[in-house]
């Protein structure tokens, strides 16, 4: 039996200009939008500006940013701090195909701060990242497979772009022997065929495939938390255990820390789950929403480059994205931002768990404080799988219906809320538990009432990251 949280009267949203937007968009844009992961039909949301934890549409609807384009804003969208410096440095010109000061400074800093990075190099994007991490592990294994867990998100070049996130679990195949699901047309069978989907949390499937196949393993890729499945985190001793065996057949361990790097710690999840892996991918939070990425690792692997293995890139470390870089991460390492970003998630948590326990849900946090998810079941899910054993569609119900009270989580259960620095400003965190409440209540009182909660984003099939 549960009990609802009181119901009061909501304003609509106001949506004129951003549907005005949207049909002027269709015609030029596919979707009306620049990423698949954005196209939620007429509800596409146009925004107009962010300052802080908060973000303005359009239309001038104000809410608390629980996304923070899903992840990178770490501090704080137009942060003065990364933006001044950034202004100072970008009118000494940006793109030189040369490199600058500022691309050394960000390198050192990401060695620094993750402890086991000797040498790295800046790419424009996440997905660039993984696809030359990829590379290099199999240049220097001189072996061809990859093996990547089922519902781990890598960006969207082809090698990554496997067993995904299905919402039909029976796509994935048999549990113990999963197939390579491809999502989307245009991926090369033969491209396909090198990656290995895998279970994660699952070590006795890994021994078993790398006593099969070890020797055509270049290396794992992993994201050290289920990021595209709420951060479903990793059982005690996984990592461990998963390092040793990577260690044993010679087979390559890349850390893809897009979302964990320099949020989870200052060394990102290596340092937060006491791992050093071989190789690591960094993205969003390393620039604080400015498009500055990075892949690096242990010396040796690194040493494929430049001579064995080609990367570049005409915009790899330019001048926005490695001066966005520098003052992030030295933010980042000189003052306690990650500690105010986890303390704020807590605090978030304290107050979503006074809302939900008096209802008798059953439901847990997924993740860490700094990017968690809230899923609905008492049992603790280990695995992609496991969301579809979840009240996913509570959720969504609830993350929609928390927009026109004025906070907007991603309305899929799968993304989790992304936490900043701002957030701990003022009363947004009150802001966001008031919002949930409402929310939740109107939520329950649909599903009462026998109503469909929320019809959902349209034309959205499953927004992960980018
Ligand atoms: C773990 C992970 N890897 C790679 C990517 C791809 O990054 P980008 O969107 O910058 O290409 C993402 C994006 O969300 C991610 O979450």
Known sequence: MTTE????????????????????????????????????????????????????????????????????????????????????????????????????????LICELTGWVDQAR?????????????????????????????????????????????????ELGDADNPVRLTWGRGIPEQVAETIIPARYNNIEFLRRLFEREGDDIA???????????????????????????????GILLIFDEVKTGFRFAKGGAAEYFGITPDLGTYAKAMGNGYPAAAFGGRAEVMSVLPDKV?????????????????KTLEIIRDTDALETVRATGLRIQDGLREVLNPTGLPYHFTGHPSMFGIMFTDTVATEYRDWANTDHELYDAIAIAMQPRGAMPEPDSREPWFVCEAHAQGDIVDRVVTAFQGALGEALAARAQGRP???GHGAMSHPTAG
Do not use: C
């Not at 303005?56 to 384009?69: E, K, Q, S, T, Y």
């Not at 800046?122 to 199999?138: D, L, P």
């Not at 499945?229 to 390092?243: K, L, N, S, T, W």
């Not at 570049?312 to 870089?325: D, F, I, L, Q």
């Open 5 to 108: 949280p009181a119901l009061t009267a909501v304003p609509a949203l106001n949506r004129a200009r951003q549907l005005e937007m949207y049909r002027r968009a269709t015609r030029v844009m596919p979707g009306g939008t620049d990423s698949n992961f954005r196209a939620w039909g007429e509800d596409t949301i146009y925004v107009d500006r962010g300052q802080g934890g908060l973000v303005w549409d359009a239309d001038g609807n104000g809410f608390v940013d629980l996304r923070m384009g899903y992840g990178p804003v770490i501090l704080g969208h137009a942060d003065p701090r990364v933006d001044d410096y950034v202004n100072e440095r970008m009118r000494k010109g940006v793109s030189f195909s040369l490199t600058s000061e500022d691309e050394v400074r960000a390198i050192e």
């Open 122 to 170: 800046m790419t424009v994007s996440g997905t660039e990242a993984t696809m030359h991490a990829m590379r290099v592990a199999r240049a220097y294994t001189g072996r061809n497979k990859i093996v990547k867990f089922e519902g781990q998100y890598h960006g969207v070049h082809d090698y990554a772009l496997i067993s995904v996130g299905p919402d039909d679990m029976s």
């Open 219 to 249: 290396a794992i890729i992993v994201e050290p938390v289920l990021g595209n499945a709420q951060g479903i985190m990793p059982e005690p001793g996984f990592h461990q255990a998963m390092r040793a065996l990577t260690e044993e057949f």
């Open 310 to 326: 080609s990367h570049g890139g005409t915009y790899a470390g330019n001048r926005v994205a490695a001066a966005a870089a520098v």
């Open 453 to 455: 909660s929320s019809d």
